[in-house]
């Protein structure tokens, strides 16, 4: 194994950046043109791509992203799975422009036929029978986290230490060093101390859940079946089981957060390992792009709520909102499901997958780095330590921002973009086998700069 000379990789740093301003000048100039925006990006996080600035963009369709300066990359960010259906897929596109075109109506309070066949759709592939819609998957966990709460007359929720969710305030928990629960790091002027709403462990220790789960005061464990926003952590083989067999014996619920584990199927993981949680959040790809979530409940849950007839759920009890379902929002839903994310392009992005994972194991091993990758379906991404990790706080330790900035700049220098956050890559319909080699060269001429 070789380990990274640190003067090099700074050298390297400098030289990528020098390269990566030479060829942007016009993402260069309107990022310097933008003094309205608050950070000088339209999202705060924007800030976050490698170069100093990010890439403006021309245009977008399948995997290819052409930006201002007229350069064209492979896109395996894709929105980090916003665009896991591809940008701009064709049936999208013509579901959106048939709504709000010649049907007209993108919001208007009123349902379409559209939302009753997402639902049944949602069903098919998750398994839960009653879905609600939201806009975001941030406001699909705070809805379904406050029917947990409502259904369990229990005050906190369950996290994994370096888990991701959406801005949910009751996720930002995480374990530090010593074992200690504590407010992540960086968390924004919490509205309460989220030790108060929040009870956390580590994934894949199921004794650490069952100690937390046994003062049975958690509505519900609000977890992803795969930790994906600190690498992929995957579950360790009966972990899943595990899970949910203490959330029953201790009265609390299962809610699976699908929205980047979607990856794994056509169903997420939920279908894929055969789950059955008590609630299921998605948000993200399922709109193929157009702002789109969604929640499903099982009949037992649905039904608990029900019973509380004081909750107010159809006009100003903190659940919903007024654009959430819209008529624009449903169609698009119903287009990306039915026509582009299909079992059949599911088996086409998992194989382009596992040729990236051995591309990537390949050029590591020829290179002695001594780093891993791990793949869920359609998804992989590189992490700078051997072996995988098995949990969040393990993940995050292996974290280093230089390395992370080197690798983004060498391989947007050589037309190939992933995720501004870790090191992911996604597969999406129209992805190639020479998209997928595209990479695996960038990342080999990348590596043998670094170790040679
Ligand atoms: C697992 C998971 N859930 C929810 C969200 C929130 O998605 P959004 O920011 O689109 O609301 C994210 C965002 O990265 C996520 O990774």
Redesign the pocket.
Known sequence: MTSVDRRRLEHLVERERAAFRLAHPRSAELFSEARHLFGGVPMTWMSKWAGGYPLYLDSAHGCQVVDVDGLSYVDFALG?T?AMAGHSPGPTVDAVVERIGRLGGITTMLPTADAEWVGAELERRFGLPLWSFAL???DA?RWAVRLARLVTGRPKILVFSYC???SVDETFVVLDHDGVARSRPGNVAPPVDPLLTTRVAEFNDLAGVEAELAHGDVAAVLC?PAL??IGIVLPAPGFMEGLRAATRRHGSLLML?E??TFSAGPGGCTMAWGLSPDIVTI??AIGGGVASGAYGLSSGVAALVGGHESADLVDVGGVGGTLAGNALSVAAMRATLGEVLTAGAFTHMDDLAVRFVTGVEEVMARHGAPWSVTRLGARAEYRFTQPAPTTGSESAAAEDETLDEYLHLALCNRGVLITPFHNMALMCPTTTVRDVDRHTAAFDAALSDLFS
């Open positions: 980090d916003g975001s998957a941030t966990n991701y969710h959406g992803e994906t926003n957060d929205t980047h948000g993200k």
